[in-house]
């Protein structure tokens, strides 16, 4: 079966500095996308980038970049220079090609310090 | 576009009365998930159309949740009747096609509290 592991519950990140929120996911199918969603505290969820798995570079959107080791079924997030707006709840999410369904992680609650 | 519809954004109830919640997905996207949200559980796809088709209900929790697509602009999940375990942020999103990086855009949410 299907499953996105994200083993960071929270994070706790100077402002300015680069945060790392680590994502692994298990399948044993070759065609699928990653997916990250944000979810401030106003609670709406937000596409933040997509990730491939025959994409050969990795994702970019702004600060956001996208880690991908496919080998390790790694899809970290990456996001450079953070703000306090990144201040929320981030979720790795993955979709086989063949499927119609989204398979979200728990999350990893990022908290930016001023 | 407005994006995805949700309503109402709050749902105070109290146990066994009906809750409906409502969506409008994009137009133009052909499929439409329901999502609930808590704490505990996360995120948990409930029911997904496709075409105004239900395609996959086997994460509706029990019998007292349904959901309905009357037409490609409208669809409502209800809960009847409602327990204090159903309190959790419910959403509903909408993408056209499922192919490679189309994303589901969601809706706000309804915030359900069932006391």
Avoid at chain 1, 42 to 71: H, V
Avoid at chain 1, 84 to 113: P, V
Wanted: some cysteine.
């Amino acid at each position: 079966a299907q499953k996105i592991t994200q083993t960071q519950p929270g994070m706790f990140v100077q402002e300015k500095e680069a945060v790392t929120l680590d994502c692994t996911y298990d399948t044993s199918d070759q065609s699928y996308g990653l997916f990250w969603y944000k979810q401030p505290s106003s609670g709406e969820m937000i596409f933040l980038i997509y990730q491939g798995s025959y994409d050969e570079q990795n994702a970019t959107e702004g600060r956001y970049s996208l880690n991908f080791q496919k080998a390790r079924k790694s899809a970290n997030l990456v996001i450079s220079a953070s703000q306090l707006g990144d201040s929320a709840m981030y979720f790795c999410a993955m979709r086989l090609n063949r499927d119609d369904k989204i398979i979200f992680g728990k999350g990893t609650r990022l908290h930016i310090l001023p | 576009d407005a994006g995805v519809i949700q309503s109402p954004r709050h749902e105070v109830t109290e146990m066994g009365q009906e809750v409906t919640l409502r969506c409008k997905p994009i137009s133009g996207h052909d499929y439409l998930f329901w999502y609930r949200q808590t704490m505990m559980r996360g995120l948990e796809l409930l029911i997904y159309f496709n075409n105004n088709v239900p395609i996959d209900d086997s994460g509706m929790p029990e019998d007292r949740f349904s959901a309905k697509m009357p037409n490609a602009s409208f669809s409502t999940l209800k809960i009847q009747p409602s327990e204090p375990r159903d309190s959790a942020v419910y959403f509903c999103a909408s993408t056209q096609g499922q192919a490679g990086r189309e994303t589901q855009y969601f809706g706000p949410g309804t915030r359900l509290l069932v006391l």
